[in-house]
């Protein structure tokens, strides 16, 4: 197979797929170990994008979801190879704005009877005092469109109306976007990766994480933990926890209509209930820290070779067969 994992320069995005170039440099290392040719090709421009389509792949494996484009709409990848008719990889784009739209993935499961954590969304000045908050303290807060636990800290955590009114100035300010406001759960915190094989079986890895005790007292996982790859990524030993984990992440990837693979974030409520949280539709590929190819490999044992092999299974099998052409027919080509 002819295979190009596409990319783009990632340090403006506030979501970085993959993760960097040289992570998709192992990807494309593990694909071309699977016996394809593969190429990784650095798209800045639309230009370089229709070069892409020039080429005729008979995959393009997508490492981010969109490409910024200075002064115009950003060009969801996506959208653009589907336009071309081009097989990539992942899920289509309706489907990755539940990855950049947190509250409209909760929204859309909770439509299949999924559990999530209380939420509202909240604007600078939009709450006059704590009385008008649709449910009390302490709260967690973070951007509704962001991801890798950026604008996650130490001050995510409130439990009073004066920190709360500061937290959504701050995080307003910054990503200009309504911030996303959760009732605080102290329980486990795991995550889960899902791929559907070449076989649409669907294979699951699930793990707990554990955060260091941040200054409060309490484990933050954001973004100066994963930076710092300061969090601790655990097998799950009780088997009915494991079960549960990983049934509530399965429903969200078919509530969602997630295509080949993803990643969800699950964490227990004060009642031991587990509540989905958000889902990572291009999760990081970085093969020695990145949750996903980790947790097959401490869940299950695979290696990140055969993670990358299989990924790519389902775009595989979107591959029209090519019927050899009859001698009769070659002759007259």
Same mark, same amino acid.
């Given at each position: 197979?002819?295979?190009?994992?596409?990319?783009?320069?990632?340090?403006?995005?506030? *979501?970085? /797929?993959? =993760?960097? &170039?040289?992570?998709? /440099?192992?990807?494309?290392?593990?694909?071309?170990?699977? =016996?394809?040719?593969?190429?990784?090709?650095?798209?800045?421009?639309?230009?370089?994008?229709?070069?892409?389509?020039?080429?005729?792949?008979d995959l393009v494996v997508l490492g981010v979801k969109y490409m910024l484009i200075e002064m115009e709409e950003n060009i969801w990848l996506s959208d653009f190879f589907s336009s071309h008719g081009i097989n990539f990889s992942g899920s289509l784009k309706d489907v990755l704005q539940f990855d950049s739209d947190k509250v409209s993935a909760k929204v859309q499961v909770n439509k299949d009877n999924i559990k999530t954590s209380k939420y509202f969304?909240? &604007?600078? =000045? *939009?709450?006059?005092?704590?009385?008008?908050?649709?449910?009390?303290?302490?709260?967690?807060?973070?951007?509704?469109?962001?991801?890798?636990?950026? =604008?996650?800290?130490?001050?995510?955590?409130?439990?009073?109306?004066?920190?709360?009114?500061?937290?959504?100035?701050?995080?307003?300010?910054?990503?200009?976007?309504?911030?996303?406001? *959760?009732?605080?759960?102290?329980?486990?915190?795991?995550?889960?990766?899902?791929?559907?094989?070449?076989?649409?079986?669907?294979?699951?890895?699930?793990?707990?994480?554990?955060?260091?005790?941040?200054?409060?007292?309490?484990?933050?996982?954001?973004?100066?933990?994963?930076?710092?790859?300061?969090?601790?990524?655990?097998?799950?030993?009780?088997?009915?926890?494991?079960?549960?984990?990983?049934?509530?992440?399965?429903?969200?990837?078919?509530?969602? /209509?997630?295509?080949?693979?993803?990643?969800?974030?699950?964490?227990?409520?004060?009642?031991?209930?587990?509540?989905?949280?958000?889902?990572? &539709?291009?999760?990081?590929?970085?093969?020695?820290?990145?949750?996903?190819?980790?947790?097959?490999?401490?869940?299950?044992?695979?290696?990140?070779?055969?993670?990358?092999?299989?990924?790519? /299974?389902?775009?595989?099998?979107?591959?029209?067969?090519?019927?050899?052409?009859?001698?009769?027919?070659? &002759?007259?080509?």
């Amino acid at each position: 197979m002819n295979i190009i994992i596409v990319t783009t320069p990632n340090s403006n995005l506030k *979501e970085t /797929g993959f =993760g960097s &170039l040289q992570s998709c /440099g192992h990807v494309m290392a593990s694909i071309t170990e699977a =016996g394809h040719t593969c190429s990784l090709n650095l798209c800045r421009t639309k230009y370089d994008l229709e070069l892409v389509v020039k080429r005729k792949p008979d995959l393009v494996v997508l490492g981010v979801k969109y490409m910024l484009i200075e002064m115009e709409e950003n060009i969801w990848l996506s959208d653009f190879f589907s336009s071309h008719g081009i097989n990539f990889s992942g899920s289509l784009k309706d489907v990755l704005q539940f990855d950049s739209d947190k509250v409209s993935a909760k929204v859309q499961v909770n439509k299949d009877n999924i559990k999530t954590s209380k939420y509202f969304t909240a &604007l600078p =000045g *939009e709450y006059r005092n704590e009385s008008l908050l649709p449910f009390s303290f302490p709260l967690f807060l973070k951007p509704g469109d962001a991801a890798n636990g950026n =604008g996650v800290d130490d001050f995510s955590y409130v439990s009073n109306f004066k920190d709360f009114e500061s937290k959504v100035l701050s995080l307003h300010n910054l990503y200009k976007q309504p911030v996303l406001v *959760e009732e605080y759960m102290g329980g486990k915190e795991f995550t889960v990766a899902i791929i559907e094989d070449a076989n649409c079986d669907l294979i699951v890895s699930a793990i707990e994480i554990v955060p260091p005790v941040s200054a409060n007292g309490i484990r933050i996982l954001g973004a100066k933990t994963k930076n710092d790859n300061s969090e601790v990524l655990m097998k799950i030993l009780d088997i009915s926890l494991i079960k549960k984990v990983k049934e509530i992440a399965v429903n969200a990837f078919k509530s969602l /209509g997630v295509r080949d693979f993803g990643r969800f974030d699950i964490k227990l409520n004060d009642n031991n209930d587990c509540c989905f949280m958000e889902a990572n &539709l291009v999760p990081g590929m970085t093969a020695a820290t990145s949750y996903f190819p980790r947790a097959f490999n401490i869940d299950l044992g695979m290696s990140y070779d055969q993670v990358i092999k299989l990924i790519i /299974g389902q775009g595989i099998r979107r591959v029209p067969v090519k019927l050899p052409i009859p001698p009769a027919l070659s &002759l007259l080509t």
